[in-house]
C-alpha cells in the first residue's frame, strides 16, 4: 500500500499508526525495525548501534524512535555519553532524501529532557548502490525539545544507506545516556 505525507503532522500522525507493528518487530530485534511499500521507498530498515535496556518498562528501542507517540524515546546503551553510536537507514528504491525531522532529547517531560543527554552534533552519510559517498557532512542539533529539522545539502537519487552519527552532546543532568525521541527522514512526499 502506498500512501503520501503531505505535511509534518500528518507524518508524525502515520509512524504512531505504525507503533504496534513496530513493536513487535523490536521484540525479534531490538536494533532494527522495517518498513516497506511507501511511495518513498519500497524497504527501509532503520537500525541502531545500541539501545538503553529497559528501564521500569520504558522501552528505549529503535522502535521507540520511530513510532510517533509522545510517551517513547530511544537511548544509546554504551557506557558513556553515547559518542560514535549511530542510526542507520538502509533502503530500497528509495526517492532522494530531501531531509529528516529530529525531535531531540528524552522529550516525554522537561525533566527528562533535563536528567538525559541530547544530540549537539551529527554526522551525516549518504552512500549510494555503488557503496559510493555521495554526501558526508556535519549538521548541529538545537537543545530543544521540539522538531529539527536537517536538510540534505543536495539530493542523491536512489539512495542505499544513510547514516547519521553521534559526533557531540549536551550532557544529561542525571545521566550520560543521549536520547533521541523522535526521528522521520523526509523523501519530499
Not at 558513556?80 to 530500497?92: A, P, W
Not at 528509495?94 to 529528516?100: D, E, I, R
Not at 525533566?111 to 544530540?119: E, I, L, Q, S
Not at 544513510?162 to 522521520?184: Q, S, W
Amino acid at each position: 500500500m502506498k500512501f503520501c505525507i503531505p505535511n509534518r503532522a500528518a507524518l508524525w500522525l502515520a509512524l504512531s499508526a505504525l507503533a504496534a507493528p513496530l513493536a513487535a518487530q523490536a521484540q525479534a530485534n531490538p536494533n532494527c525495525v522495517t518498513t516497506e511499500w511507501v511511495q518513498a521507498y519500497d524497504r527501509m530498515t532503520i537500525c541502531t548501534t545500541s539501545f538503553l535496556k529497559s528501564s521500569k518498562g520504558t522501552d528505549y528501542t529503535v522502535a521507540s524512535l520511530v513510532d510517533g507517540r509522545g510517551s517513547t524515546t530511544w537511548c544509546e546503551g554504551r557506557s558513556g555519553v553515547g559518542l560514535g553510536e549511530s542510526i542507520t537507514l538502509n533502503l530500497e528504491g528509495a526517492a532522494p532524501l530531501q531531509g529528516v525531522w529530529i525531535k531531540n532529547g528524552d522529550a516525554r517531560s522537561a525533566d527528562h529532557y533535563a536528567r538525559n543527554g541530547r544530540v549537539r552534533a551529527l554526522r551525516i552519510e549518504v552512500r549510494t548502490f555503488a557503496d559510493e559517498v555521495a554526501l558526508s557532512f556535519r549538521t548541529g542539533i538545537p537543545d530543544r525539545a521540539a522538531e529539527h529539522y536537517v536538510a540534505m545539502p543536495g539530493l542523491v537519487d536512489n539512495p542505499a544507506l544513510v547514516r547519521f552519527t553521534i559526533k557531540d552532546v549536551y550532557p544529561g543532568a542525571t545521566y550520560n545516556d543521549t536520547c533521541m525521541h523522535g526521528f522521520a527522514p523526509d523523501f519530499g512526499f
